[in-house]
């Protein structure tokens, strides 16, 4: 008789989880100043989605899930400019798969 374990496959898909830090804005205004860019733009601008800004420069777009999130927490912010965000989630393609997203 064999025991088998689910454990291997939760560890896995944790180890696949990658966390990026950067500033979260909408598409519309990636090639800004994000520095300056304000949380009242990024919300009047949701409807085109939301990504991150690396230190780097690059930008990673959110899926449909991390969308609705950082719109969640965007609205529940008090914070206007520097929307600093640690991300948590899966990179596919230039499209992160977000799981959580946490504004600093």
Known sequence: MKIRFAFPLLFASLVWAETWTGTVVDVMCKGKDVANH???CALNCAKG???LVLS???FVKFDESGNALALSKLKASTKDKDLKA???GKLD???IQVT???LQ
């Open 56 to 58: 780097d420069g690059k």
């Open 86 to 88: 640690k991300v948590t």
């Open 49 to 51: 989605g939301f990504g």
């Open 100 to 102: 959580a997203i946490e």
């Open 38 to 40: 304000t949380r009242q």
């Open 93 to 95: 393609g230039d499209v």
